[in-house]
């Protein structure tokens, strides 16, 4: 049966893709993959698809024209796992900063403690972040404290990209379109996802800035997050959500082995 699936968007990651492709299938609880690439002109997909007859059944690819963005890659990648009959699906970085034995605590988070998203989240415990520099880090974590003024949410890392969602919840928040694509992107989907009263949780995780291959980050995808939160919250006024749960909770730090 097909149960956990991790997408992990890749544009010029030929530094990275093999490595953490084995890793992710070396962990005690087995997940298939799905690499979305958008035309990187370093050879990524190819080395994918090389790497696809030793991973038969298990490593999967979907190859785009071009660069569309964070955020259209993860929906592309949602909407064929949700085709396929995945239960669980998570999203994650190519490039380490997302450690992937995590993955199994993030799927334990929903699994067996009863979340319907979990979050990797660098902030619950104090700020867990390596290798950044400081002026980075203090832009993330007060972009945290900005959304989490701006829209009423209390998580604590809103921006974070390392997490697992149940089915059902995906099923539910694609059938409207997600507007943006990068930092805005993640935080219209936890958005979202409060809003329908999903039970939300943060999971501590370690986040480590990658050490090979260039950062997509921009001063654009920053702007985005800035801007697109206000517009988000005006527009979810005219929007109607019909609550899935009679309860959310949200932002619990859970600890899982």
């Not at 059944?57 to 909407?79: N, V």
């Not at 490039?95 to 929903?110: G, I, K, M, Q, T």
């Not at 209390?154 to 539910?172: H, K, N, Q, W």
């Amino acid at each position: 049966m097909k149960d956990r699936l991790v997408v992990i968007p890749t544009y010029n990651e030929i530094e990275n893709i093999e490595a953490i492709i084995r890793k992710v299938f070396s962990l005690s609880v087995p997940f298939d993959l799905l690499i979305v690439d958008d035309g990187s002109p370093d050879g990524t997909a190819q080395r994918v698809r090389d790497l696809q007859d030793e991973f038969a059944g298990r490593l999967y690819m979907l190859e785009r024209r071009g660069k569309l963005g964070l955020g259209t890659a993860y929906i592309d990648g949602f909407k064929w796992a949700l085709s396929r009959g995945y239960n669980y699906l998570f999203e994650m970085d190519a490039d380490f900063s997302h450690n992937p034995d995590d993955l199994v605590n993030l799927y334990r988070a929903c699994a067996e403690g009863g979340a319907d998203v979990a979050v990797g989240s660098r902030y619950i415990r104090g700020v867990n972040v390596v290798n950044w520099p400081m002026g980075r880090v203090l832009m993330s974590y007060f972009a945290g404290v900005y959304v989490r003024f701006i829209t009423g949410m209390s998580i604590m890392d809103p921006t974070a990209g390392f997490i697992c969602y149940r089915r059902e919840v995906l099923e539910i928040i694609l059938h409207n379109p997600i507007k943006f694509v990068g930092y805005a992107f993640q935080i219209e989907m936890k958005f979202t996802c409060w809003k329908y009263g999903f039970r939300l949780v943060e999971v501590p995780i370690i986040f480590t800035d990658r050490t090979k291959g260039v950062s997509k980050m921009s001063s654009r995808i920053f702007k985005e997050a800035v801007f697109g939160v206000i517009q988000m919250k005006i527009s979810s006024f005219f929007r109607h959500y019909v609550p899935r749960k009679p309860s959310v909770t949200v932002a619990e730090p859970v600890d899982v082995l």
